[in-house]
């Protein structure tokens, strides 16, 4: 069952290239309408769905339907949102919450978008070679791009650890996994366990040059520092190449965003366990069973976690450019590097830094 809110219009700016929205805490990426035949998405189906729960022919109808009285709709479905449709300016935005993809129309557009719907009723689009932004990217970095960033080696790291308190010296380190680009264009992972936490930390404080993560300036790189016995000028020589994701997005957008919303947003891949509780619960049993079924299960979800945080990664390298609350933010690489520890400094005197960002 369909549920219909209508709400006043707001304003609309010109579309840009694929890459995505943030608005208030949700995250969209934004499509050219070409896009829609190129990458993979589910986007026209779930517009189609609509159109047909509303019993019109074309888009035409439809859209004269929605707009008779109001300038925004809101479907939801189940009381969760599936869909939105805005006008303003003479533009038509279309928004699939469920895959998270914005697309703006001009009058012609909107032409080539009824065409669209036509040959996706008619099965005629069976020619669209669509692929996924995770395998896009994929392809750039096989073809040697993004392997090294400002022609300096990085590597991208997660650890996975347990703690009763929030505080960052307490924290015991279970597992890391790493990913380092290799000059033959392939991926290559590494895995450490709590025997050779020493060797892990070696090498990133011996490493030239970028070290990445998602929240490593406030809690990785301290919590590996103080379990190696070591002690704040070691955790200031690591801050100091890094290139830490989650700090970069919020200098952006001044909000805490999840490494899961950021990687379903960007390559449309999700975490193998959601919450940081469950993967806790999940070492508990192993080291309560020592059955190894749970610490692969714990290694496969930490890996991928790298994984998806390297992709994030090139997701940024490869667009270079933010839409936040209809906003469009350019930037570099350098940009991305300042950006991604500008603020690390004042870190160690800040009194809330280890309050979570799973918020």
């Known amino acids: 069952m369909f549920i219909i809110i209508f709400a006043p219009s707001h304003t ?3 579309a840009g290239e694929a890459n995505f929205t943030i608005y208030a805490k949700c995250m969209y990426k ?30 035409w109808d439809f ?3 929605v707009f008779k009285q109001w300038d925004d709709v809101y479907y939801f479905e189940r009381w969760e949102p599936i869909f939105r449709i805005s006008q303003s300016q003479g533009y038509l935005v279309l928004i699939d919450e469920k895959d998270r993809i914005e697309i703006r129309l001009n009058d012609v557009d909107k032409s080539e978008l009824s065409n669209m719907l036509k040959q996706s009723l008619t099965k005629k689009q069976k020619n669209w070679v669509q692929k996924s932004i995770e395998n896009i ?15 300096k080696p990085y590597l991208v790291y997660d650890i996975e650890t347990t703690s009763d308190t929030n505080d960052v010296k307490q924290f015991k380190f279970h597992i890391w996994y790493c990913m380092q680009p290799q000059k033959d264009n392939t991926m290559s992972y590494e895995y450490i366990d709590q025997e050779h936490l020493w060797k892990f930390v070696k090498k990133m404080l011996e490493f030239d040059w970028y070290i990445v993560w998602f929240n490593n300036i406030w809690f990785d790189n301290p919590v590996c520092v103080y379990n190696a016995g070591l002690w704040q000028q070691e955790i200031d020589i690591l801050n100091g190449k890094t290139i830490d994701i989650f700090m970069f997005i919020r200098n952006l ?14 390559i449309g891949s999700s975490k193998t366990i959601e919450s940081w509780v469950e993967a806790e619960k999940l ?18 979800y930490c890996k991928n976690d790298v994984r998806i945080t390297a992709l994030s ?9 933010i839409f936040i609350e209809w906003e469009e933010i350019l930037f570099d690489i350098q940009d991305l590097i300042e950006r991604s520890r500008s ?3 004042t870190i160690r005197t800040n009194t809330n830094q280890n309050q979570s960002i799973f918020e």
Not at 31 to 58: A, C, G, R, Y
Not at 253 to 266: I, Q
């Open 313 to 321: 990664l090139i997701y940024l390298l490869h667009f270079k450019k």
């Open 63 to 65: 859209l004269k339907r």
């Open 343 to 345: 603020r690390w400094e």
């Open 12 to 14: 609309i700016q010109p």
């Open 30 to 59: 934004r499509f050219w309408l070409n896009d829609l035949k190129n990458i993979q998405n589910n986007f026209l189906p779930h517009f189609l769905n609509i159109i047909k729960k509303e019993k019109n022919l074309n888009l």
């Open 137 to 151: 990217l994929l392809e750039e970095f096989r073809n040697w791009k993004y392997w090294q960033i400002l022609d």
């Open 283 to 300: 070492w508990k049993q192993y080291e309560e069973t020592w059955d190894k079924k749970h610490l692969e299960e714990y290694k496969k």
């Open 253 to 266: 957008t001044w909000k805490r965003l999840r490494l899961s919303k950021v990687a379903e947003t960007f």
